[in-house]
């Protein structure tokens, strides 16, 4: 159903792209996600395929507002007797903070929160167990990164993202994408 939604929101907004004033864009980024956790004494530690798609509007070379979807991917361990698995997905909002060293180059922090969903799963193949918790918090984050404008609609931006720790597990991510402006 989100995935439908936000595919729905994309393809609308490239169809009324001529409606829009500048300052708009709208992106797509691929990376990496760390999930980290310690849980029972033991160390759980991750890295998953992360992706997101985000769109914004930029108020000065200074400044912007931003809306995003993250999916953190699904980190698993398998053990002899069980196994165990953590999958997350965020939706955030943020503002961004430039400064542009020149007409292509700038870097940027960001600051926002993100209602993020969490489903964790534990099971036991021995004992025929199988339990699982899915639950959605409000947490803060930040970031920061670097973006490269080829020419005044097309950009490639890279960037390192921690997300506030949600009971024992820590997010975070490194992404490489793409903006299209306006």
Known sequence: MK????????LSTLIASPVFAEGFYIGADLGSSNMSADINDQNFNKNNAAWGINGGYKFSPYLAAELGYRDFGKAEENYFIASASIKAKAVQASVLASYPFNDAFS?????????IKTTAKAESRIFGYSKSKE??????????GAQY??????????????YAKIEDLKLSTFTVGANYSF
């Open 107 to 115: 870097v940027f922090g960001r600051l926002g929160v993100a209602s």
């Open 149 to 162: 404008a080829f020419n005044k609609n097309f950009s490639l931006r890279a960037e390192y993202n921690q």
């Open 3 to 10: 995935k439908n939604i936000l595919a729905s929101l994309v």
């Open 135 to 144: 639950e959605t918090q409000t947490k803060a984050l930040f970031g920061i």
